[in-house]
Antibody
């Protein structure tokens, strides 16, 4: 069974930093591109970042470029999101998700999310 | 960048009725469009990809159609558990992934 479990969320002051983790199991993690997405309270879905299966290709939404860093450890079956210079508008539930094999477009498995709250 | 606009914002129907949800793209996304279901307190679930292909384990009452700029998600006979927000999604402006604003389906 495919499982994605996020952790690392919490309350942080504006300008602060946080590192999110996503533990994957039930599939060949090293064979899939992975994504981070977020959902502000009561709002819709926003894509944040993608990392290719080997970590060579990385992409970000413009609003987080230079502040967030996505990475992965295929030996530990884990995905990470390092967040710095956090802003109020980064407050959201952060999901990790697996890309549908070969599609480069769709997200077929999602974790339950970890909540990040940026507030003074 | 293709913007996705979903309609209606809310759909209120009775069990057994047919639900028709619309997603319109500002520019053609060919057939590269997906649909997701999100129930309260849960993560989104992929229902449909490439406009009309059902994802693994998705009941046959869910179907997708369309191409270019106009797409439809149809739920042929609503079940109480179909109460959720439905989002369309595309990635025509690689690598940017974008979602529509969502349609809330309420079961009377």
């Amino acid at each position: 069974e495919v499982q994605l479990v996020e952790s690392g969320g919490g309350l942080v002051k504006p300008g602060g930093s946080l590192r999110l983790s996503c533990a994957a199991s039930g599939f060949d993690f090293s064979g899939y591109s992975m994504d981070w997405l977020r959902q502000a309270p009561g709002k819709g879905l926003e894509w944040v970042s993608t990392i290719s299966s080997n970590g060579r290709y990385i992409y970000y939404v413009d609003s987080v470029k230079g502040r967030f860093t996505i990475s992965r450890d295929n030996f530990k079956n884990s995905l990470y999101l390092e967040m710095s210079s956090l802003r109020d508008e980064d407050t959201a539930l952060y999901y990790c998700a697996r890309e549908l094999d070969g599609s480069g477009t769709y997200l077929d498995y999602w974790g339950q999310g970890t909540l990040v709250t940026v507030s003074s | 960048e293709s913007v996705l606009t979903q309609s209606p914002a809310t759909l209120s129907l009775s069990p057994g009725e047919r639900a028709t949800l619309s997603c319109r793209a500002s520019h053609s996304v060919i057939h590269y469009l997906g649909w997701y279901q999100q129930k309260p307190g849960q993560a989104p679930r992929l229902l449909i990809y490439d406009a009309s292909k059902r994802a693994t384990g998705i009941p046959a009452r869910f179907s997708g159609s369309g191409s270019g700029t106009d797409f439809t998600l149809t739920i042929s006979s609503l079940e109480p558990e179909d109460s959720a927000i439905y989002y369309c999604q595309q990635r025509s402006n690689w690598p940017l992934v974008t979602f529509g604003g969502g349609t809330k389906v309420e079961i009377k």
